[in-house]
């Protein structure tokens, strides 16, 4: 079944400004990793957060978790024309007999206009 | 250098066919997985092995088959294809829990 829902689905925004894209899931979960995906391409991904972990940053992106609603938050800062891209939320929560699998969002389609 | 590879990119068939998409990685991860994206974006787990190994088969209809030759490389066959079937297929391998995995390009699978 679906794990986590993202919100906004789409979000447009100018060169310059910051973009907030936040994941909310079911279960619980031993991290939480966000990854890009540019049209017609592959996964990148971009940060892992543990579910020990509060909130983490790499670069011009700022993560956040909170396990007690179940919700992280993706912070892109100072955005580019470049930034345009799908962004997905994925849980890990390794089920003992399922074993390791990410469990992915519904995505946030973002659009930064130069 | 590549870490996850696909091959092809891009493949149209008609229904009914047979046809098979390949993966390596090259990172020596133990775990490589498929998945599978539809047309709304979402993407969902259809298969994962370790070291060879099936660990995971998401109600996946047994017309898809994986098979891994060996822990670098997992492939996928398709028998009798339907149109359902068009999709985007994407590979993947990490190291173990708690890591980051890594994604091929995906293969563009389209039915007609």
Known sequence: SQQGEEDPQALS???????TMNCSYKTS??????????????LVHLILIRSNEREKHSGRLRVTLDTSKKSSSLLITASRAADTASYFCATDAREKSS???????TGTRLAVRP | DTAVSQTPKYLVTQMGNDKSIKCEQNLGHDTMYW??????????????????E??????????FSPKS?????????????????SAVYFCASS????????FGPGTRLTVT
């Open chain 1, 13 to 19: 925004i100018q060169e310059g400004e910051n973009a």
């Open chain 2, 35 to 52: 998945y599978k994206q539809d047309s709304k974006k979402f993407l969902k787990i259809m298969f994962s092995y370790n070291n060879k």
């Open chain 1, 29 to 42: 979960i031993n991290n939480l990793q966000w990854y890009r995906q540019n049209s017609g391409r592959g």
């Open chain 2, 69 to 85: 030759p060996d822990k670098a490389h997992l492939n996928l066959h398709i028998n009798s294809l339907e149109l359902g079937d």
């Open chain 2, 95 to 102: 190291l173990g829990p708690g890591v980051s995995w890594y």
């Open chain 1, 99 to 105: 074993g390791d699998k990410l469990t992915f969002g």
């Open chain 2, 54 to 63: 099936l660990i995971i088969n998401e109600t996946v209809p047994n017309r």
